[in-house]
């Protein structure tokens, strides 16, 4: 059997293979609804073979939202959509994963085929964003308001309403997104955190937030569903956030009882250079897996089928998560299964189209 279609188990949930649908931000709803775009964005990757699908990241605040279209679960007229929606995918034999996301800084943005910019927090559709420290992404930004301590209490009440709306919408992974410069990441990495209080400073300090964070959603999410996270393993900048001090965050997870780390990298410094190329991040999911025992995703410029399985077969990580690929091809685990010589599952509606 091709090391891709293994099954895994992960406490009570059973993935039929290890390609994952990667969280991509569709910027499509309107007050944080989910729609019919989301079902079938969602939905087909889902026929398409994949193990888990995980939404984009779904912002636990209104003021969480990267732009104004982001998908969101800050009330409870949120989750009936996205009950459809999971209802579909466990349908056709995959599992529903959600992202749970706070933008931090980033956040009040312009989808980015309107260019992506800052918006302004006195213009229309615009906000103060919220960050560990007041200053902003670009020297050219508003700059954000540091949380006080009462702001970071929402902040984990927000993140715990957030995973018990997720439970009742059917979902049975969630990922924390702890990467690419939004507000978890901001808490982390020493480039955007100067906070002297218990929340800054020290390494213990600067991921504190996120062992809050991920101590009260597990007040609510039940012990036998996966809880992932997702990190920027490096800052890729001078000074910043290292491999080293992802190891020893994903050890931390571990006995916190963090089921997967999933291992990007990136997004809190405009400027840095990052070395693309193909399966770029990879490593970073080795060096954790290695170093902690922990269970790692690699993400990254990972495109073709054989690269996949090697990653898999090899002992890199336990789980591949395709983003971009999945754009061009929803299908992509069925041509993997082919290319590898795999029998799998087609839906049968499709499959007079079999290879
Ligand atoms: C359209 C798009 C939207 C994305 N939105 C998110 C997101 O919501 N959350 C997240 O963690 N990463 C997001 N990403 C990053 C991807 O999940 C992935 O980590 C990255 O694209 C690298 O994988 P790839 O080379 O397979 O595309 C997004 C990427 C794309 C292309």
Known sequence: ???????????????????????????????????????VHLGSRAIGGAALVITEATAVSAEGRISPGDLGIW???????????????????????????HAGRKASHEVPWKGGAQIASNKEN?????????MPFTASEEAPIELDKQGIEKIK???????????????????????????????????SNHRTDEYGGSFENRIRLLLEVTESVKEVWPDEYPLFVRISSTDWTEGGWTADDSSALAKILKDKGIDLVDCSSG???ATAKIPLKPGYQV???????????????????????????EIIKSGQADVVLL????LRDPYFPLRAA???????????????AKW
Request: proline letters at 4%; charged letters at 25%.
């Open 126 to 134: 615009g906000w103060r964003s919220l960050a560990p420290s007041a």
């Open 267 to 269: 997004g809190n410094v």
């Open 323 to 326: 983003a971009r690929e999945f």
């Open 157 to 191: 009440a927000d993140f715990k309403a957030a995973a018990e709306r997720a439970l009742k919408a059917g979902f049975k992974v969630i990922e924390l997104h702890g990467a690419h410069g939004y507000l978890i990441h901001e808490f982390y990495s020493p480039l």
């Open 338 to 352: 082919h290319q590898l010589g795999q029998e799998v599952k087609w839906p049968s509606q499709y499959e007079r």
């Open 75 to 101: 009330k409870d007229e949120h989750i009936e959509k996205l009950k459809q929606i999971t209802d579909f995918i466990h349908q056709y034999g995959s599992v529903a994963g959600i992202q749970l996301a």
């Open 1 to 39: 059997m091709a090391h891709l279609f293994s099954p895994l188990k992960i406490k009570s949930i059973e993935f039929k293979n290890r390609i994952i649908v990667s969280p991509m931000c569709e910027y499509s709803s309107e007050d944080g609804f989910a729609n019919d775009w989301h079902l």
């Open 283 to 309: 490593e970073f999911a080795e060096k954790l897996r290695k170093e902690t025992g922990i269970l790692t995703g690699a993400v990254g410029l990972i495109t073709e089928p054989e690269q996949a399985d």
